[in-house]
């Protein structure tokens, strides 16, 4: 029977992250990482999923400096691998997990590489990687990266705006709903000091990710304005066990927009990933 908790996971360092539980206790783990600015509320559609709640246990953390996580002030809390592949253990720990599969969305991406950088494969049963900031090449960031930059100006009104503006854009247009005041309210918590730390950490993961043996699952929305389609085609190419999952009409936010199908592959992904 499908239960929500929040639970309160302690990192190495001492950050409290706050980790929702949902799906079924004993189902196969499924591990969901949100991107930038976000919480565990941009995975509304799978944490609310009754095929997905009853076959996986599901856990979507906040990351730090996020949601409902602790926010330190200093940058170096942000800028090193280390403390981010630590959250993960320390969540792993947590819940007992041996064998989890990771769903990674936009710099999600990021957070589960520094994962793999820091402590290897061997409890990563597949790896689900959405649009995700993996790969320090910039050809692949689309025209709207432009109002990604806005969301680290030094001017508070521009920010401010560009906030708005991507509220918006993550909620497919629509401002009168309460999953947009979640959103915004999400962007807002973010600080300016983590979202510039994150952004100007180094990102150097080819070698990892080239040195996979676990099945990879790539899902990327051909109208994506974010992350081009183009960063998929190159991480098919460097990622060993890898299958591509094309949405045409969709952009970066596949799981949101289309999530019958998007659940549907990732449950068969599971599934799969489960018996290896």
Request: with cysteine; aromatic share 10%.
């Amino acid at each position: 029977m499908a239960f929500s908790k929040v639970h309160t996971v302690k990192s190495i360092d001492g950050v409290n992250l706050a980790v929702t539980e949902t799906g079924n206790p004993n189902g196969f783990p499924v591990l969901l990482l949100h991107g930038t600015c976000c919480s565990h509320h941009i995975w509304k559609s799978q944490l609310h999923s009754a095929a997905l709640a009853n076959a996986c246990r599901i856990i979507a953390p906040d990351l730090r400096g996020h949601g409902d996580s602790d926010k330190p002030n200093d940058s170096l809390s942000y800028a090193q691998s280390q403390f981010w592949a630590d959250d993960l253990k320390s969540i792993l720990d947590y819940f007992g997990l041996e064998h989890v599969v990771v769903v990674a969305w936009s710099y999600g991406g990021r957070v589960i590489n520094d994962y793999l950088l820091c402590y290897g494969q061997d409890k990563i049963a597949g790896i689900n990687f959405i649009a995700a900031g993996t790969l320090s090449i910039n050809s692949v960031k689309g025209p709207k990266y432009e109002l990604l930059a806005q969301l680290f100006s030094d001017s508070p009104s521009v920010r401010q705006e560009a906030e708005t503006q991507f509220a918006t854009e993550l909620c497919g247009g629509n401002e009168s709903t309460v999953f947009f005041n979640q959103v915004i309210e999400d962007i807002q918590k973010t600080s300016f000091n983590t979202r510039v730390s994150m952004r100007d950490r180094e990102m150097n993961y080819e070698n990892v990710l080239a040195d996979l043996s676990i099945p990879v699952l790539l899902t990327h929305g051909k109208k994506d304005d974010y992350s081009l389609p183009l960063l998929t085609e190159l991480l098919s190419a460097h990622i060993p066990n890898s299958v591509v999952s094309w949405y045409d009409e969709e952009g970066h936010l596949p799981f949101l927009t289309c999530p019958t199908r998007f659940n549907e592959e990732l449950l068969a992904f599971v599934l799969k990933a489960s018996t290896l």
